[in-house]
């Protein structure tokens, strides 16, 4: 019996032990939880009084009042300085691992709409308490685990057709009519933000959508007793036209377009940072950017320097389409060809937040887009992806890209990796005439090569990745995959996702 108790008393102490830390667990994780919850509601609290302090402002102004417009460089806090120009020689080999520690795949619900196409990526975007998935097709709601809540919005589209072979989006104007949204969404706490167009009654609208309501009454169909109605969730938050709508007319009635989806993915043209203020890239006058009140009334407008001058070349040469994105309710863009990137703040400051330094590599816009200026030696930024840690940039040298350069092997594609920790840029050691080649190989699990967009970066500074079951399966299978000197174990969980996917399952990878 002595042994017994000497055995049983041990266990009796670890059990209790065990349980009394697994209360404490919990309750740490509830406490936490509750922390993560509270800071959220400290946040959306402190926006909603500066969202208010301005709307108190604008509505003391008299009518027509415009703001001076303010290009603003903080002293305490200048831009930062990404030097190009004198780092061509710092080349570094990265892998995954070098900025990323994780991954996660999160599998998307199929949606209860077996109408709607599930053929090409979803874009990803990022709430506090969801994850929006749209494309070319309309856009859905799901909870973090990638269960289907709502959809938004249905497309309706004609003379439209998806080349799935190519990754090509066909438009004939001949037939062309679009109702529904834009790919491009952003969020403010517990509201949703999208641009709804309507070509035939020319409707064009910011609407706003509380996520936290199940959408029941939501009209998804056009209804021709009603046509100004909209096909869609939400309200109307800014009406682009000011009522005054004009139906769809294409510049060439019988001309087509075709572009890949992922293009559209990275514009924004549209923004709202408040209920306030609107702002647009889309300027008639050629401005850079211009800020609106929510009655279209103008409240600052940023002169755009780089124009062509008394350009006499007949065809023009274009591939700087400049950068735009969100980070933190916040809009960044650069201009084209322009080497600074902005943050705008309401009403009228825009702030300069990084310089990219190209030195004797810059060129102008009068030069780039003459076809027969000679390009070799010049840079130009193309890609730009801002993560908490680190910037990933793409840019182009010798030569535009395009099908004649890649055959010729006269432009170079370069990337590069500046840490904001270390504040220093180092470039991806890449072979740059290798057009093909993917990085930065994944050493994590041995799937999927990972260099982000900026529309790929979430609000928890993740790298969000779209696939298809197709692509994973692909992947699997494939010598690269099999051959990877990933951990093993990390590789079977891909292997394991593989087989419970369909070829058209919608998956989100999240490289944290």
Same mark, same amino acid.
């Given at each position: 019996m002595r042994y017994f108790f000497l055995i049983i008393i041990p266990l009796l102490i670890l059990s209790s032990c065990k349980n009394k830390s697994m209360k404490l667990n919990e309750n740490d994780l509830a406490q936490k939880i509750l922390s993560e919850e509270e800071i959220l509601a400290q946040k959306e609290e402190l926006r909603l009084k500066k969202e208010q302090e301005l709307a108190d402002s604008l509505a003391k102004l008299p009518k027509g009042f415009r703001f001076e417009s303010v290009r603003k460089t903080d002293a305490s806090n200048p831009p930062i300085v990404i030097d190009i120009a004198n780092r061509m020689d710092s080349i570094k080999e990265f892998k995954l691992s070098d900025?990323?520690?994780s991954i996660e795949y999160i599998k998307m619900q199929n949606l209860p709409d077996s109408s709607i196409a599930n053929n090409i990526n979803y874009k990803y975007y990022m709430t506090d308490k969801h994850i929006v998935a749209s494309n070319l097709y309309g856009i859905h709601l799901f909870t973090k685990n990638g269960e289907f809540k709502n959809t938004i919005v249905k497309n309706q589209l004609s003379g439209v057709k998806y080349k799935e072979d190519q990754n090509q989006v066909l438009v004939y104007y001949s037939e062309y009519a679009k109702i529904g949204g834009s790919p491009n969404v952003w969020s403010r706490g517990g509201q949703l933000y999208y641009n709804y167009r309507n070509t035939n009654t020319g409707q064009n609208y910011i609407m706003e959508v509380d996520c936290s309501k199940d959408l029941i009454n939501t009209q998804y169909q056009f209804d021709p007793e009603n046509p100004l109605a909209v096909s869609g969730a939400g309200k109307v938050l800014v009406d682009l036209n000011r009522g005054q709508n004009k139906p769809f007319k294409a510049p060439?009635?019988?001309?087509?377009?075709?572009f890949s989806p992922q293009n559209t993915y990275q514009y924004i043209g549209i923004f709202t940072p408040d209920r306030n203020t609107y702002f647009s890239r889309r300027s008639r006058k050629g401005n850079m950017l211009e800020i609106f009140n929510t009655k279209g009334d103008t409240l600052a407008e940023f002169t755009k320097f780089e124009r062509l001058v008394n350009f006499k070349a007949r065809a023009i040469r274009g591939f700087d389409y400049g950068t735009q994105y969100e980070k933190d309710g916040n809009y960044y863009f650069r201009s084209d060809y322009n080497?600074?990137?902005?943050r705008v703040i309401p009403p009228n400051i825009i702030k300069p937040e990084y310089v990219i330094k190209l030195g004797k590599h810059k060129v102008s816009k009068q030069d780039a887009s003459h076809p027969k200026f000679?390009? +070799?030696g010049k840079i130009v930024p193309q890609e730009w992806a801002d993560g908490k840690d680190f910037i990933f940039i793409e840019l182009t040298a010798d030569d535009n890209y395009c099908p004649n350069s890649r055959k010729k092997k006269s432009v170079r594609?370069?990337?590069?990796?500046?840490?904001k920790k270390n504040q220093k840029l180092n470039f991806v050691k890449y072979d740059p005439y290798n057009y093909e080649m993917d990085l930065l190989e994944n050493d994590i699990d041995g799937g999927f090569a990972v260099w982000p967009s900026s529309y790929m970066v979430n609000r928890e500074n993740n790298i969000m990745v779209s696939l298809l079951g197709r692509d994973i399966k692909e992947k699997v299978n494939s010598d690269e995959f099999k051959n990877s000197t990933a951990p093993a174990a990390n590789k079977e969980k891909l292997i394991q996702l593989? +087989?419970?996917c369909s070829d058209t399952d919608q998956v989100l990878m999240l490289v944290k």
């Open positions: 900025v990323a520690q060439y009635p019988n001309g087509m377009s075709s080497d600074t990137i902005f000679d390009l +070799k594609m370069l990337y590069a990796i500046y840490s593989a +087989k419970t």
